[in-house]
């Protein structure tokens, strides 16, 4: 797992340059980026995949992974597939979230179907690294308020935001959770 945005950018948005907190600022970056990970229940950068998955008698399975922009191989049971040279002719073919079969059929069975593929994006959106600056500067804001939902002073009351992640970095992230299914 790596970071999803750096110290940089991130003491950028904070709007600071002293380098007092930077070991706190990129502790945070590390954190955040490995919740937002997990929020969105899926790895997001490029690189190559493998999967061993039961056959569901089809002729296309969802991979774990995406947006997939290779194949390496495809085999059911003992069967190594081939890629399809063409629309029409027998072998695998692919898109941005499956592998697809051509005159074969992910046999049913328990563990019988194995596929290596490279997924992933080259870079990371700034979409999500919106939301990840958003979700570190919360983190290193809320240091001086944990645990504290608001506080009344002088007839003003200040409410603080408790999530972990803000309602706003989770519309941005929305976009690249998981699809559920894997059939």
Known sequence: MS???TLTQAKRYLGTTASGDDALIAELITQVSAAVLNWISRDLMTAP???TRDGNGK???VCH???VTAVSSVVVG???IPPAPDARSPGYRFSETAIYLQGYTFERGEQNISM???A???TVPADMQLAVLETIALAY???DHIDVSSKSLAGETISYITADLTPAARTRLAPFRRVVSLS
């Open 116 to 118: 290596a593929y490279t």
């Open 65 to 67: 992974d995406y947006p």
């Open 141 to 143: 804001k809320q240091r």
């Open 59 to 61: 002729t296309k399975l």
């Open 49 to 51: 995949r493998t999967e």
């Open 120 to 122: 992933g994006l080259a």
């Open 3 to 5: 970071d999803l945005v």
């Open 78 to 80: 003992a069967t190594s």
